[in-house]
């Protein structure tokens, strides 16, 4: 009997504070993958699963007595957790991309920096709930954290995370930014506040220089 070996797929994140355009150029990038005949999963976090979801639910709530900075990030990795068990995993076994809005870096950003946890409690969390995955490419979409704040509010419906002070979404953007020039060979740092269709034509040539799957 011959045996069957599956290639396993790429694991690309969209990263970035509150406005940048994320959700928008997460559905360009599945677009561009299934028009080179890529099987695609596109997925987010906090969420990607119906446990995962329900978790996003209590993350993003709004609770008289406050979520606190250890709450919020064990609900995160608790997220995330179901979600790799549930989805992210079996897709990329499978040979499937998986392009998620949000994932680990998030967590640094937010709970690390913003809310003052520190880089090593991540850290620790990251190596309990990834194991040795690692995103392939991590599209980080950088947004001065005024503009991309003025922009999530004039969306309405507003959450509680684009509710949070300047100070905070500053934390969030210096620590994306720390990071992708910690490793730039997996990191690709898009200037958000550009037009729309230039922020897209620089996601696409990323894709092109890191995977090679998509014609620029």
């Not at 989805?87 to 950003?109: E, N």
């Not at 905070?168 to 740092?189: C, D, G, I, M």
Request: glycine share 10%; net charge negative; with cysteine.
């Amino acid at each position: 009997m011959t045996e069957v070996t599956t290639t396993r797929g790429r694991l690309i994140v969209l990263e970035g504070g509150e406005g940048a355009g994320k959700s928008t150029q997460v559905r360009a990038v599945v677009a561009a993958l299934e028009a080179q005949g890529r099987r695609v999963l596109q997925t987010r976090e906090p969420g990607g699963s119906p446990l995962a979801e329900a978790i996003r639910a209590l993350v993003l709530g709004d609770w008289d007595e406050g979520i606190d900075g250890n709450t919020e990030a064990l609900l995160i990795f608790a997220a995330r957790a179901a979600h790799l068990h549930a989805r992210i995993g079996p897709a990329l076994q499978s040979g499937c991309d998986v392009v998620c809005d949000r994932f680990v870096d998030a967590s640094y950003a937010y709970q690390g920096a913003g809310r003052g946890l520190g880089m090593a409690r991540i850290a620790e969390l990251e190596r309990w709930t990834l194991g040795e995955l690692r995103p392939d490419l991590v599209l980080l979409l950088d947004i001065e954290p005024e503009l991309g704040l003025k922009r999530a509010k004039s969306r309405g419906d507003a959450n509680r995370f684009e509710a949070e002070t300047l100070e905070f979404a500053s934390k969030v953007r210096q620590t994306y930014l720390l990071r992708a020039a910690a490793n730039p060979n997996r990191y690709e740092l898009i200037d958000a506040s550009q037009p729309l269709e230039q922020v897209q034509s620089a996601v696409l040539a990323a894709l092109t220089r890191h995977l090679g799957l998509v014609a620029a």
